[in-house]
């Protein structure tokens, strides 16, 4: 079992920064992709951004140059350095943790509104 918490959210205009933090907890040692996904109202939830165990990182095309995702030396936190925010970032942004089997652990989410 793997539990994540997510905190960083909040409310920002826009060309605004936020940077989310992901700690995950318990089989920390199964988990092989750590990642950032969203949702925003009446849409379906979307990758934003991937990093391997080895730092390999993958970006969805609308954030990529403006969001970094990075990992800490324990691989315990990752986190969602988001930058040049846009209205249309807004969504409900969940950490998610994939383990070597494919099983993904969710976070509860955190709110990113950008808003003037």
């Known amino acids: 079992q793997v539990q994540l918490v997510e905190s960083g959210g909040g409310l920002v205009q826009p060309g605004g920064s936020l940077r989310l933090s992901c700690v995950a907890a318990g089989s920390i040692f199964s988990i092989n992709v750590m990642g950032w996904y969203r949702q925003a109202p009446g849409k379906q939830r979307e990758m934003v951004a991937t990093?391997?165990?080895?730092?390999?990182?993958n970006y969805a095309m609308s954030v990529r140059g403006r969001f970094t995702i990075s990992r800490d030396g324990t691989k315990t936190t990752a986190y969602l350095q988001m930058n040049s925010l846009k209205p249309e970032d807004t969504a409900v942004y969940s950490c998610?943790?994939?383990?070597?089997?494919?099983?993904?652990?969710w976070g509860q989410g955190t709110q990113v509104t950008v808003s003037s």
């Open positions: 990093i391997t165990r080895d730092g390999t990182t």
């Open positions: 998610g943790a994939t383990s070597i089997t494919g099983f993904t652990y």
